[in-house]
């Protein structure tokens, strides 16, 4: 019987075969890693809120953590490719670590416009406060049916409130959004007698050195508001930082 004999020999064999078996071996779905902790507390990487509604919710988000210490984020993107969304969040919050450490009061809305998928990922202190079947109420009756209606701001800004009022239901009640370009904070105070003296003295004593030597004057004057300047800038709104909290995998996820 007559031995046929492959055509290609040699390392041209070998390249074949492993191409063939490249070619059988079906591809794998690129996987998304996990992203840097996040420097605000609402980050939106493909754009889907409008400025206003971003900054508004950053700014009632940052307030309510200074209230009452609890870290609630969230964070939108378009994928989490190949990874499972559940084993995402949970990898993002333990890389992430929002809430304090020991009370582990940290909250994730994560929110994917390409997989329309979106999850409650919830730290272990505030478990009892959003269960499972709250977060997913939340997802199903507020934020899905405003993202399949086009509302994408309403789905974040309500979906947040009804989220700051599941934690607000044991104690404080939820910190209402601060309009926007504007941060929040206590109103003034009443000066006391005593500071209102120490204004009084140096405003008299600044005007009795423009009369007698008016260069000098001018020079501190000029001095003190510059430096007023340079310390504005230092002393405008901080970012996000990770307190140190766990989560368990509780929460909840949807899709729209």
Partial sequence: ?????????????????????????????????????????????????????????DRQLEAYERQTGHQVLVWIGATTGDTPLEEFAVKAFEKWKPGRAGKDDGLVFFLFTQDRKTKIEVGYGLEDRVTDLIASR?????VAPRLQGGDPDGALREGVAALLSAIDAAGTQAVPAPAPGRAPGPGPRPLSTAQKVVIAVVVLGFLLLLITNPSLAIWLLLNVLSGSGRGGGGSGRGGWSAGGGRSGGGGATGSW
């Fill in 1 to 57: 019987m007559p031995v046929i004999r492959s055509p290609v020999t040699g390392p041209a064999a070998a390249f074949a075969a492993a191409a063939a078996l490249a070619l059988a071996v079906p591809a794998r779905a690129a996987e998304v890693p996990i992203p840097p902790a996040p420097q605000r507390w609402v980050t939106d990487t493909v754009g889907l809120l409008s400025p206003g509604v971003l900054e508004a919710l």
């Fill in 138 to 142: 939340v997802i199903r009756e507020v």
